[in-house]
């Protein structure tokens, strides 16, 4: 099996390897001691930012000089450990040849697996998620108030029935501190996503109504309240899009590791040095019979 670092490493340079054709990265942005910094530097930092940290960057000319900074004190420091003669010490040594590996093994990656991930197969990826769900799967929109003791849960239904406010009382009331500011909102949720007793309580019950008598689970007591029931709606594919292009990078990286893995000789060893039980050799193929 694919290791987590090695997905989401190989997802990280696919989309870093290759700058926009638009622009000029070789151009020198800064220079340290007559050493330049190019354009293509700072894009390629900046491709290795979380998605979240570029999305939240809406200053672009902002991000761009932070990043050109970082570049310039990496090439301050990188200086003053090669005066120091750090770039001698073998445990130094040894993780550049860590890092040179890292480099060649996500240049590969890149090279191999852009045709694999295009926009066609991640589209593909998504009309298969569409066919494949239920077609009549429903869930619900529901608040909650959810307490510690069943007898306060009991005087919140009888407060609601006599026309007290469901979201005032969640706000004040409940310790589901997460829904508790939103009047109890926990959004929409299918069936599965829910443990049992309040998922079962909340789709017996008609939109606009509240149950009951509390409801059990591990958490607590809950007063539920079911503001909408619909049969579940397909994600936009822009909702989906980088979860699905993930997916299909997995899915090529697989294809690619294990094709590595049957062409080439492959021993293994436990801690002691010894051969694995049943490892060796790649076995031979059993000759056709006539």
Do not use: C
């Not at 003791?149 to 009382?169: C, H, Q, R, V, W």
């Not at 501190?177 to 789709?203: C, H, I, L, P, T």
């Not at 008598?213 to 936009?236: M, N, S």
């Amino acid at each position: 099996m694919l290791s987590r670092f090695m997905i989401t490493t190989a997802f990280a340079t696919f989309l870093t390897f290759g700058a926009s054709a638009a622009e000029n990265v070789e151009a020198v942005v800064a220079k340290v001691n007559g050493k330049e910094v190019k354009l293509k530097e700072v894009r390629q930092l900046e491709k290795a930012l979380p998605p979240q940290v570029l999305n939240s960057a809406k200053d672009k000319v902002k991000l761009f000089t932070t990043l050109r900074d970082q570049l310039i004190d990496i090439k301050l420091i990188t200086e003053e450990a090669e005066k120091a003669g750090l770039d001698k010490d073998p445990e130094v040594q040894k993780a550049i040849e860590q890092a040179i590996q890292q480099v060649r093994v996500q240049a590969y990656l890149s090279k191999s697996l852009k045709n694999f991930v295009t926009d066609s197969a991640v589209k593909a990826r998504y009309d298969k998620l569409v066919a494949d769900m239920p077609k009549d799967e429903m869930e619900v929109k529901a608040r909650h108030i959810l307490v510690k003791d069943e007898s306060a849960a009991k005087k919140i239904i009888e407060d609601l029935k006599k026309g007290a406010d469901f979201l005032k009382i969640a706000r004040e009331q409940s310790i589901d501190k997460a829904s508790a500011q939103e009047g109890g909102d926990v959004g929409y949720f299918r069936k599965g996503d829910m443990v049992k007793e309040f998922a079962d309580a909340s789709f017996a019950l008609v939109p606009g109504k509240i149950t009951e008598t509390p409801v059990k689970t591990q958490f607590g007591w809950h007063v539920i309240k079911v503001d909408d029931k619909r049969k579940v709606k397909a994600p936009k594919f822009e909702e989906v899009q980088e979860q699905l292009k993930a997916a299909v990078l997995e899915e090529s990286m697989l294809k690619l590791v294990t094709s590595l893995r049957d062409k080439a000789k492959i021993e293994r060893f436990n801690e002691e040095g010894k051969p694995e039980i049943g490892d060796g050799e790649k076995k031979e193929e059993a000759p056709a019979k006539k």
